[in-house]
C-alpha cells in the first residue's frame, strides 16, 4: 500500500510537521506500507504532488492552518484519496478554539471563561482586570504555544494582544489556571494512559517546553480514582462533541480537582519528544503499531463515511 506522508504546509508549525512526517517515515511498517514522503511548500502542491505520487492514502502528518483545519481534508475528500484522523468538520471546528469551547460549554463540560476580541476595537483592559490577572492571551486558531502569552499585569496586557492579532484575525483571553496540566489521548474512541505536563523552565507550556529536549516532564499521571473519572468522561465527551475521528489530543487545566478543556488537537504532534506516542508508548503500543492503528481506523471510517454517500 502506498502512503503518501502528507508534511511541511504553510502554518506557522511547518517545522513540526517536518519532525512529525519524518519520524511517521521513520516508523512505518514497510512490510505493509511503502512510505511516500510529500513536502507541502504551497497550497496547490498538495493537488499536484498527491496526483503525480499515486497514493493509496494520505498519512497526514501537517499541523495548523492549511493541514489540521479542514481544508486538505476537504480537498483530498474532493480527489477521493482517503486520508488520516478526523473529517472536515471536525478538524476545522477544533481548529477554533472559541467556537469549540462554545460547544463543550453548551454540553456541560467545563472550559476556562474569558474573553473573545475580533480586533483592537474589542481591547479593553477594565473587562480583563474583571476576569483577574493573571490571564492568558493567546491567538484563536493557533498551535504549539505560538503567541500565546501569560500576562501577569495591566502594564504587559497591549503588547501581548497586538503579539496575538499579528497571528489571528481573533484571540482569547482566559484566566490562568494555575492547576495540573493533563493531555488525553484518544485512538479509535479509547482513552490512553492520562499525561501530566511539567515544564522546567516556565509557568506554563510554550513553545520551547514542548520541543526542546529537556523542556518539560511528561509522565504518565496516577490521579485519585474521581478525578480520574471526571478527566476521562471530558476527553471522551470532547472528542465526541467535537465529532472527533480516528485520534485526536484534548490539552486540559485540572484545576481545583475540575477538569477545564483548552482545546482538542485533530492532527497532534507525532515527533520525537510528542506526547500521543508517549502516551501509546505507555499503554504498550510501539510507534509503528499506533500508525498501523491510525491507518487502519482512517480507511475504515473514509470507508463507512463514502458508501453512505453513495446511497444519496
Ligand atoms: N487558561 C489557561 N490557564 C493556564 N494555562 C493555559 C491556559 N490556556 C493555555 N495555557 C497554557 O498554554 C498552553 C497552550 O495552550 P493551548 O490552548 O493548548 O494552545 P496550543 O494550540 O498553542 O497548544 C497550554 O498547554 C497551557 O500550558
Ligand atoms: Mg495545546
Redesign the pocket.
Known amino acids: 500500500m502506498k502512503i503518501g506522508v502528507i508534511m511541511g504546509g504553510i502554518s506557522s508549525e511547518r517545522e513540526i510537521s517536518l519532525q512529525t512526517g519524518c519520524e511517521m517515515i521513520r516508523h512505518l511498517d514497510r512490510g505493509r506500507y511503502e512510505p511516500v514522503p510529500i513536502v507541502i511548500d504551497q497550497r496547490a502542491d498538495l493537488i499536484t504532488q498527491v496526483r503525480q505520487a499515486g497514493i493509496d492514502l494520505a498519512l497526514l502528518a501537517l499541523h495548523g492552518q492549511y493541514g489540521e483545519d479542514g481544508t486538505v481534508q476537504g480537498a483530498l475528500e474532493t480527489l477521493g484519496i482517503p486520508y488520516t484522523g478526523s473529517g472536515v468538520l471536525a478538524s476545522s471546528l477544533c481548529m477554533n478554539?472559541q467556537l469549540s469551547k462554545m460547544i463543550l460549554k453548551a454540553a456541560g463540560v467545563h472550559t476556562?471563561e474569558?474573553l473573545c476580541w475580533q480586533g483592537m476595537n474589542d481591547y479593553n483592559p477594565k473587562v480583563v482586570q474583571q476576569l483577574g490577572y493573571p490571564v492568558?492571551v493567546?491567538p484563536n486558531t493557533?498551535?504549539?504555544?505560538?503567541g500565546?502569552q501569560?500576562v501577569h499585569h495591566e502594564k504587559e496586557l497591549l503588547p501581548a494582544v497586538q503579539g496575538a492579532f499579528s497571528l489571528d484575525r481573533a484571540i482569547l483571553i482566559?484566566?490562568?489556571?494555575?492547576?495540573v496540566?493533563l493531555t488525553c489521548s484518544i485512538v479509535d474512541g479509547e482513552l490512553l494512559p492520562i499525561m501530566g505536563?511539567q515544564?522546567s523552565h516556565s509557568e506554563?507550556?510554550?513553545y520551547r517546553s514542548k520541543y526542546e529536549a529537556g523542556g518539560a516532564e511528561e509522565i504518565v499521571i496516577q490521579l485519585p480514582s474521581d478525578a480520574e473519572e471526571r478527566v476521562r468522561e471530558a476527553a471522551l465527551a470532547s472528542y465526541r462533541l467535537l465529532q472527533c475521528k480516528v485520534y485526536a489530543r484534548v490539552?486540559m487545566?485540572l484545576y481545583q480537582d475540575i477538569p477545564?478543556v483548552?482545546?482538542v488537537?485533530t492532527l497532534p504532534g507525532m515527533t520525537v519528544n510528542s506526547l500521543l506516542p508517549k502516551s501509546a508508548a505507555a499503554a504498550g503500543m510501539t510507534f509503528t503499531q499506533l500508525l498501523d492503528r491510525i491507518i487502519d481506523c482512517s480507511l475504515h471510517e473514509r470507508k463507512q463515511e463514502w458508501r453512505l454517500e453513495q446511497h444519496v
Open positions: 478554539k476556562p474569558g492568558i493567546k493557533g498551535g504549539s504555544s505560538i500565546i501569560l482566559e484566566p490562568y489556571l494555575n492547576g496540566e505536563i515544564s506554563w507550556f510554550d490539552d487545566m477545564y483548552l482545546e488537537n
